[in-house]
């Protein structure tokens, strides 16, 4: 298993390496996120130690069985799934870095609220639904830009980036277009020059489209699957709002 973790690993770096010197773009500025949905704890350690520090988690449940064992080593730990407001809590307990999945008002309100209590501040990027679909998360292209502007006036959370699930697609240029929007509104966002919001982040591209991602613009590169195997639950696993 740990030599099909490294050499996978090495692959993906090849391909953003690649997709960087195609685009005209130092491969320093996209890092790789190691998606660790349902991978064990002891897997995910593999990665760290080989060099690769971010990972992101899906569900607050794992967050909290993989605590311990991940505690030995340094890491960035990002929440990337839909959140509820009730697990708020285990979010802050469990030493998550950045939740790139702030999509609405509420949830931004609670955070604010609990993380006052703490004395705390936490980085946040705002997740865009750019593939309009129904099935995902994320506030609406036509609203993001009012929306980042409401939640800076949450001194507590720190925006810092935007992130977007493409459309599952086998079309490039259909997926292309879910990554030039949030470009789009990146550049927007940051022309508005909003008191202690600089959005230098986008979370975007998965291992079906990276290259796509990097060519317009992605810094990070959210990649599980293809590092870790198959996964053993459905999409509705990772998606589901009452799990």
Avoid at 196 to 213: F, P
């Amino acid at each position: 298993m740990k030599e099909n973790i490294l050499n996978n690993l090495k692959a993906i770096s090849n391909r953003i390496q690649l997709a960087c010197l195609k685009s005209n773009r130092d491969p320093r500025d996209v890092k790789l996120l190691l998606a660790t949905k349902t991978v064990r704890a002891e897997d995910i350690k593999i990665a760290i130690e080989a060099g690769f520090h971010l990972i992101g988690e899906n569900k607050v449940q794992e967050v909290k069985e993989k605590f311990e064992i991940l505690s030995t080593v340094e890491h960035q730990k990002h929440f990337i799934g839909h959140l509820q407001t009730n697990k708020i809590k285990d979010i802050l307990k469990y030493d998550v870095n950045c939740i790139q999945s702030l999509d609405r008002i509420d949830l931004a309100e609670k955070l604010h609220q609990r993380l006052s209590k703490e004395n705390k501040t936490i980085d946040v990027f705002i997740q865009v639904n750019t593939s309009n679909e129904e099935s995902k998360f994320g506030i609406s292209p036509e609203d993001a830009v009012e929306f980042t502007k409401q939640v800076a006036q949450f001194d507590t959370l720190k925006i810092k980036g935007l992130m977007t699930i493409g459309l599952f697609s086998a079309e490039d240029e259909k997926v292309r277009v879910c990554f030039k929007l949030l470009k789009k509104i990146q550049m927007q966002i940051n022309e508005l020059h909003i008191p202690d919001v600089k959005v230098n982040e986008l979370s975007m591209g998965m291992s079906n489209d990276l290259e796509i991602a990097i060519e317009e613009g992605a810094t990070i590169i959210r990649v599980g699957t293809a590092i870790f195997g198959q996964r053993i639950y459905p999409d509705s696993y990772y998606w589901n709002e009452s799990k």
